[in-house]
């Protein structure tokens, strides 16, 4: 069984930074590709950031390159998220996710952590 628990979401205002943290327990993280996703009430849920399982290869959606970090210490299966010069339209649900194939296709999800970010 694997599980995936969020932690660090919160209130900012517009500029301002967050740091999300994902914790994984069960399984083999040190073999999975990590994502973080995001939704909020109007939108569908959009891919944010991803990380192989070494860390050594990244990718991030255009609206967050420059501004969002991804990064993971395997050691303590944990995947990480900073987002500096946070916007309004960042405001969302954060939701991590575990690629136990390395096909994209995400197999384990948290449930979440909110973000609101203020004008």
């Known amino acids: 069984q694997v599980q995936l628990l969020e932690s660090g979401g919160g209130s900012v205002q517009a500029g301002g930074s967050l740091r999300l943290s994902c914790s994984v327990s069960?399984?083999?993280?040190?073999?999975?590709?990590m994502g973080w996703f995001r939704q909020s009430p109007e939108k569908k849920r959009e891919f944010v950031a991803v990380?192989?399982?070494?860390?050594?290869?990244?990718y991030y959606a255009d609206s967050v390159k420059g501004r969002f970090t991804i990064s993971r210490d395997n050691a303590k299966n944990t995947v990480s998220l900073q987002m500096n010069a946070l916007k309004p339209e960042d405001t969302a649900v954060y939701y991590c996710?575990?690629?136990?194939?390395?096909?994209?296709?995400?197999?384990?999800w948290g449930q979440g952590t909110q973000v609101t970010v203020s004008s």
């Open positions: 069960g399984g083999t993280f040190s073999g999975y590709g």
């Open positions: 996710a575990a690629d136990s194939g390395n096909d994209y296709d995400y197999d384990y």
């Open positions: 990380i192989n399982w070494s860390g050594g290869e990244k």
